[in-house]
């Protein structure tokens, strides 16, 4: 079926240190969308890209979508704490059903 | 707060019991979804529902069942537990008219012994 893969599974970082996580796609994406679940608790959404080459910022967070719509990746400048927790990418390959990327979990090392 | 209770939260069961796990919306959406979540894995659908009566499959729909009888239910039914069930269950909703996101549920954790 229809997969996103997302690189890396595990990061472990010091803490200030920036961290990227990467979802590809062998097939073109109409979107895709990014969330986050700290651990214990449930994925939360935190952004949708549509457009080819498309940039979007939240505060330290900086979300890309590849020019050929194929690739996605959140950027996470001058990490903290509060940033720990797995991070998702999702697409729903222009149907209802939303299919996540294997995650990344981000570790924070004080 | 999206308006999504799950319940049980946590459950141990033997294999080859029956369970079931209850979503509850408030909001009136018409999309919901149960996913399961395992470790190396990520999130795979097992079934969603369009509406009341109105359900399909995910990717992982073998041994799962579900059932909407009602807007605000969504019941997922495992016939048979096996200990290959053993995981953490998300239910969401995705609400009309928005961009396409998805709300969870706080999960139910269910252990097959």
């Known amino acids: 079926g229809q997969q996103v893969m997302q690189i890396p599974q595990y990061q472990h970082v010091q803490e200030g240190e920036d961290f990227t996580t990467y979802c590809n796609s062998s097939?073109?994406?109409?979107?895709i969308q990014w969330y986050k679940q700290r651990p214990g608790g449930h994925p939360v959404f935190l952004i949708q890209?549509?457009?080819?080459?498309e940039v979007k910022k939240q505060k330290r967070l900086t979300f890309q979508f590849g020019e050929a719509k194929k690739n996605s990746s959140l950027h996470i400048t001058a990490t903290q704490t509060t940033d720990v927790g797995t991070y998702f990418c999702a697409e729903n390959f222009g149907n209802e059903k939303l299919t996540f990327g294997t995650g990344t979990r981000l570790t924070i090392i004080p | 707060d999206a308006g999504i209770t799950q319940s049980p939260r946590h459950k141990v069961t033997e294999t080859g019991t029956p369970v079931t796990l209850r979503c509850h919306q408030t909001e009136n959406h018409r999309y919901m979804y149960w996913y399961r979540q395992d470790p190396g894995h990520g999130l795979r659908l097992i079934h969603y529902?369009?509406?009341?009566?109105?359900?399909d499959k995910g990717e992982v729909s073998d041994g799962y069942s579900v059932s909407r009888s009602k807007t605000e239910d969504f019941l997922l039914t495992l016939e048979s537990a096996t200990s290959s069930q053993t995981s953490v269950y998300f239910c969401?909703?995705?609400?009309?008219?928005?961009?396409?996101?998805?709300?969870f549920g706080e999960g139910s954790r269910l252990t097959v012994l």
């Open positions: 097939t073109t994406l109409s979107n």
């Open positions: 890209l549509v457009k080819s080459g």
């Open positions: 969401a909703i995705r609400p009309s008219g928005n961009i396409g996101e998805l709300f």
């Open positions: 529902s369009y509406g009341v009566k109105d359900t």
